[in-house]
């Protein structure tokens, strides 16, 4: 995404995150995950010192698919992220502002087309926890771009979801998370779900 990208302050623990921010009680109620599927490279590892986090989740997302679903004529990953960084150059990219969020599906479409697939790169900008939750079920990571709040200005690989609950009834109360690699860390981090106030997701359908 634009701007300088900082590290916010990652959940790791989610059991303890829940009981410091909303007490206790809860239980872990339902989970998905596309995991050990996808790979956990860091942004530094494609390249140092460049915001890089939007290139850095397309890579990861389309190795994905060349990984676990035959598209092996997508590239190893650093031609894959060289590849993606020379596609995102038209759209506005460069190594100091990063990609403008709005252009992800752009370049993914232009990726596709580059490797002879047939499909489509889409971004979703009305949203709610289900959408993750059905592309996780289906086995299809995503990309999500936040604005604000928890990593605000930067782009994370999202490869699972956890919900927990308390109560029954009317006065069932559920917290829900999404998990995601960060791109600073090659270990799980979580987002509150709850606290995130502006984002967008973008996500690959091949046709076949």
Same mark, same amino acid.
């Given at each position: 995404m634009f701007g300088k990208h900082r590290k916010q302050s990652a959940i790791v623990?989610?059991? #303890?995150?829940?009981? %410091? !921010?909303y007490g206790a009680g809860y239980t872990e109620s339902e989970s998905g995950t596309v995991e050990p599927k996808i790979q956990t490279f860091l942004m530094k590892d494609m390249e140092k010192a460049a915001c890089n986090c939007s290139i850095v989740a397309m890579t990861r997302i389309l190795a994905f698919y060349r $990984? !676990? #679903?035959g598209k092996? /004529? &997508?590239p190893g990953n650093k031609k894959l992220y060289n590849d993606i960084k020379?596609?995102?150059?038209?759209? *506005?990219?460069?190594m100091e502002k990063?990609? !403008?969020?709005?252009?992800?599906?752009?370049?993914?479409?232009y990726m596709l087309t580059k490797y002879g697939y047939s499909g489509k790169g889409k971004s979703t900008y009305i949203w709610n926890f289900k959408? +993750?939750? %059905? /592309?996780? $079920?289906? *086995?299809?990571?995503? &990309?999500?771009n936040i604005a604000f709040g928890y990593?605000?200005?930067?782009?994370?690989? +999202?490869? *699972?979801y956890n919900e927990f609950s308390k109560g029954t009834g009317r006065f069932k109360k559920k917290k829900r998370f999404i998990k995601v690699y960060d791109g600073w860390t090659d270990k !799980?981090?979580?987002i509150d779900y709850d606290r995130i106030n502006i984002a967008s997701f973008s996500k690959v359908k091949f046709d076949s």
């Open positions: 623990d989610l059991k #303890e995150y829940i009981r %410091e !921010n $990984d !676990n #679903e092996d /004529q &997508i020379s596609i995102a150059a038209i759209f *506005g990219y460069d990063g990609t !403008n969020p709005v252009k992800i599906n752009n370049i993914l479409n959408t +993750v939750k %059905e /592309q996780i $079920d289906a *086995g299809r990571p995503l &990309i999500l990593y605000r200005d930067h782009t994370v690989s +999202v490869v *699972g !799980n981090t979580y």
